[in-house]
């Protein structure tokens, strides 16, 4: 892999205007941390659009240096392997968030509305237009089967009463990643009491995703 | 005073007709969903079987969702564009043994290569190029 990124890894970073520039390495490894973290979690997270069109970039010099390796080359089929590979984790990852998006989608789409302006944004400009055209879609089929036909007070569904909620009480393995004190962790019956925990880097442990979903995205935590 | 009387019956009938609504759109939508997931199975062009068994509005409706997947496709990594509905299995072999199920005249492959998808043929072709034919039918992984 070193080989073929070496040439593309030194166009990327020539390319990067912001500050922090990373190793094609530190890319894949960013990307991979991304789709497990997407994979696992109950509820959409944070978009990483910055780091899928890296992905992309660096996907396409190296699709470019293969080309001009000679054919049957043994490590050609190497940097095949590799190109598929990461093919692979990135359309995973936009798989999962875009099963997200479809399954919650107007929560998602209610979330992106009301975030605040500094606020990071949840969806890409993509999958926002996806999102409204999948709701738009959805009702107008509703409405021209079913709903034009019934009683005008029930004309039309609530979608965000109608559709289910992402369950955050889900429970997720995580790693740690920076050491954690006092997490406060809620009750789950009333007959227990909330109490606080401090999580050592390196351990792993089966929390409810609601207790630790900031720390996932400040990055403090890895679902695994 | 009579209204009034009324109420309770008039309440019990629209708590039975948002129940049967809410059983008509979830039913309605249960469809929808299998819907969805047959342009991830076959891909944008629906066997004439399913498409028999949809009506027209679902036909609408898929129609509308395949674009939209589209031209989200296409915008991904700056317009540079990404299937994502390839690759849906980790990739273990760069190189596979497929057999042709049906005649599906010639296939092209990366180093300019033309194949000739006859019935019953064998050949050993990249991974990637197969997927989505494997899908559709049209090949077969032998596995030995």
């Not at chain 1, 990067?16 to 190793?23: A, L, S």
């Not at chain 2, 540079?80 to 005249?105: A, F, N, W």
Request: hydrophobic share 35%; with cysteine.
């Amino acid at each position: 892999m070193s080989d073929a990124l070496s040439d593309a890894g030194s166009d990327v970073n020539q390319d990067e205007t912001q500050e922090d520039v990373m190793t094609p390495a530190e890319l894949i490894a960013k990307l991979e941390e991304a789709w497990l973290n997407e994979k696992f979690s109950p509820e959409l997270l944070e978009n990483k659009s910055e780091v899928v069109e890296c992905v992309m970039e660096q996907l396409s010099h190296m699709d470019a240096n293969l080309q001009r390796v000679k054919k049957g080359d043994a490590k050609a089929s190497i940097h095949r392997m590799e190109i598929d590979r990461i093919r692979f984790v990135l359309s995973s990852y936009l798989r999962s968030r875009l099963q997200k998006i479809e399954k919650f989608f107007p929560h998602v789409l209610e979330r992106e509305k009301s975030r605040g302006e500094g606020d990071p944004s949840l969806l890409s400009p993509e999958e926002f237009a996806f999102a409204k055209e999948y709701y738009a879609n959805t009702e107008t089929y509703l409405k021209a089967v079913a709903l034009r036909r019934m009683p005008p007070n029930l004309q039309t569904v609530d979608m965000l009463k109608a559709v289910p909620e992402p369950c955050l009480d889900s429970f997720v393995f995580l790693r740690v990643k920076e050491r954690q004190e006092n997490i406060l962790v809620e009750p789950e019956t009333d007959d227990q009491r909330e109490y606080v925990v401090d999580l050592e880097e390196g351990s792993q442990h089966l929390m409810r995703y609601r207790t630790i979903a900031p720390l996932v995205s400040s990055g403090a935590v890895q679902l695994i | 005073s009579k209204n009034s009387e009324l109420i309770p019956s008039i309440k019990l009938r629209h708590c039975c007709l948002l129940r049967n609504q809410r059983c008509l759109t979830a039913y309605l939508y249960d469809r929808l969903l299998r819907i969805r997931a047959l342009r991830w199975e076959y891909g944008s062009v629906l066997p004439a079987n399913v498409r028999f068994h949809m009506c027209a509005e679902e036909v609408q409706w898929f129609s509308q969702y395949k674009k939209s997947l589209a031209s989200f496709m296409r915008s991904l990594g700056g317009g540079e564009g990404l299937d994502i509905t390839q690759d849906m299995k980790p990739p273990k072999s760069l190189y596979i043994e497929v057999r042709c199920l049906k005649d599906h005249g010639e296939f092209e492959i990366d180093d300019g290569t033309v194949i000739l998808l006859k019935k019953n043929s064998q050949h050993f072709l990249p991974r990637w190029k197969c997927e989505q034919l494997i899908r559709q039918g049209v090949l077969e992984h032998v596995m030995s």
